[in-house]
C-alpha cells in the first residue's frame, strides 16, 4: 500500500463543516464517497484540520492509503468527475508511509474577509462591517499575538482539546481596496473556533472598545468570555498548510 496527500478545494456554504458526521453533508463524506467509488474500495481520507460550518477551502490536504503507482493526474481528473460542484481536487501526491495530513502539517494560514461598504457580490464570501475601524490599532494589537502562546480566550467554550497552546508566526490586516481587508494568521496549530474569535476582538480593538492593553489582558485571562464575539464563518478561508515532504 502507498500513502497518498490529496490537495482539495472547496466552498463551504452548503456543508457542515470538513468531519462526517451523521445526517449532515460534510466535505469529507463527499471526498471519501467519490474516491470510494473510484478505487472501487472503502477509502477514508483524514483531513489536515475541521473547518466548521460555512468555513471554506483554497487548500485542504487529505491523506488515503491505496494501491501503490496510482496515476495521479488520471485520479483527479476521474476524481473531479464525481465530485459535486463545491469539491475540487487539484493534486495527487505519493508520500512516505509516516506522513499525516493533520499531524505532519507545520503550519496552516487563515484568510478572514471584511468590507465595509455594502456589495452585493461580496455578502457571500466576507463579513460586512459597516462602522469606521482604526486598522492601525487592530495591527498594533494582531502584533501581540506572536508573543504568546496559549489562546485559551480564542477556544470555543468545552472543546474536547488537550492544550490550549500554539505558535502563531504571522498576524496581520491587508489592505485590498477601499473598502476592503482580510485578516492573515499562520500558526502551527489552531484551536477550534480560534481565528473568528480573534478577529472579532480584533474588531473590538478597531472600535475603540478596548485599547492594546485590554487585548493583551484578554488573551492572559484565558477566558472565552473575555473575547470578543465569534464572527461569521461565510468569510473564514483555510489558505495553506506546509508541510516538510519526505
Known amino acids: 500500500m502507498q500513502r497518498y496527500f490529496l490537495y482539495l478545494k472547496y466552498d463551504g456554504t452548503a456543508f457542515h463543516g470538513w468531519q462526517v458526521q451523521p445526517n449532515a453533508r460534510t466535505v469529507q463524506q ?6 470510494s467509488t473510484l478505487l472501487r474500495r472503502e477509502t477514508p481520507v483524514t483531513g489536515a484540520g475541521r473547518t466548521d460550518t460555512g468555513v471554506h ?7 488515503f492509503d491505496a ?3 496510482l496515476d495521479c493526474r488520471q485520479l483527479v481528473y476521474r ?8 469539491v475540487s481536487a487539484d493534486a495527487a501526491v505519493p508520500v512516505s508511509g509516516d506522513m499525516h495530513a493533520r499531524f505532519s502539517a507545520t503550519s496552516r494560514t487563515y484568510h478572514y474577509y471584511i468590507h465595509q461598504r455594502k456589495d452585493p457580490f461580496m455578502r457571500a464570501y466576507s463579513c460586512g462591517l459597516f462602522y469606521p475601524l482604526d486598522f492601525d490599532a487592530m495591527n498594533r494589537a494582531a502584533a501581540v499575538l506572536t508573543e504568546y502562546d496559549d489562546f485559551a480566550a ?6 474536547d ?3 490550549t497552546l500554539c505558535k502563531v508566526t504571522e498576524a496581520r490586516w491587508v489592505r485590498d481596496g477601499e473598502y476592503a481587508w482580510h485578516f492573515v494568521i499562520t500558526a502551527n496549530r489552531f484551536l477550534r473556533n480560534m481565528v473568528r474569535a480573534i478577529v472579532g476582538t480584533l474588531v473590538d480593538v478597531g472600535r475603540g472598545r478596548i485599547d492594546i492593553e485590554g487585548f493583551r489582558q484578554v488573551i492572559e485571562g484565558r ?10 464563518g461565510n468569510a473564514l478561508f483555510l489558505e495553506n498548510i506546509e508541510y516538510n515532504l519526505k
Open 30 to 35: 463527499e471526498v471519501e464517497k467519490a474516491l
Open 57 to 63: 477551502a483554497r487548500m485542504m490536504v487529505a491523506h
Open 67 to 69: 494501491e501503490a503507482g
Open 79 to 86: 476524481l473531479n468527475g464525481l465530485l459535486p460542484r463545491d
Open 154 to 159: 480564542f477556544c470555543k467554550s468545552n472543546s
Open 161 to 163: 482539546v488537550k492544550t
Open 223 to 232: 477566558r472565552r468570555s473575555g473575547a470578543g464575539e465569534s464572527m461569521p
